[in-house]
């Protein structure tokens, strides 16, 4: 399979709206669910940050295995990292460089203060400073000791601009709503979650979705543990690379920046 990353598939000149569809990955899970031990692993990791970010122990492992299969068949994707699953230093540039993108999925979102703090927090351990940044968890549950669970998009909205990110993707599930443009930040309220159809109308097939990102930008949702353990969702996954050609976020929400007049 031969996949191009060569953003002028856009044909901006002749389909000014035809922004294509592009791979949000949120890491939620350093050790997978696979064994007991692996479960405790994850667990003491998330709640306490006292696990070692070692290779041998599997830590990432399902991120990583979908990053070689994105990577072998040039599909460009965004990984959201928490500051609790960020990789180990030599890993970094595996996850950053073309055709990828680094973001941050933040936890701490209660006051500024905090979404700052996690903020300096990730760009002390990746190198770099996000662009953008997605939510963990849609306000349902809480996740971990120190997760905040409310899920106020608006709130992030403001956190977002004022920290100077050029996105925020939301966790909505109407993945046709498209992108919006809130005082120069890309506001993005939903995406299709691969990994959850269920969460979207009864109907809504791949098919459907990729039919819509013909001529306007949509956001594809997976999470790694899910298409690591998942046939399903690694079968859908191929489905989807085999059927359209996926944009970088990062360009996908600057071609659409460039394109709409903030409101
Ligand atoms: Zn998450």
Redesign the pocket.
Known sequence: MQLTTDISVYQCENHGEDMGLSLRI???NPFGYATFFRKVLNKVSLDFNLIPRWSSLGYLDNAKALRDYLAGNGVPATW?F?NETTPGRRDISTFSRAPFDLAL?AERTDTFENFAAEVRKWTRAMGARPTGF????SGDRK?SRKHVMEYDAEAFIGFGNRAGFEYFSGNGTEYNQGFQNRGGLVYIPSVFWLDNPTLHTPGTTLDSVVEFSRENAVVVLV?PIWWGTQLEVRAQLESLIRKTELQGMREQVRHFRETSASP
């Open positions: 949120d890491i939620d959201f928490r999925h997605s939510k963990h968890g996740l999470h």
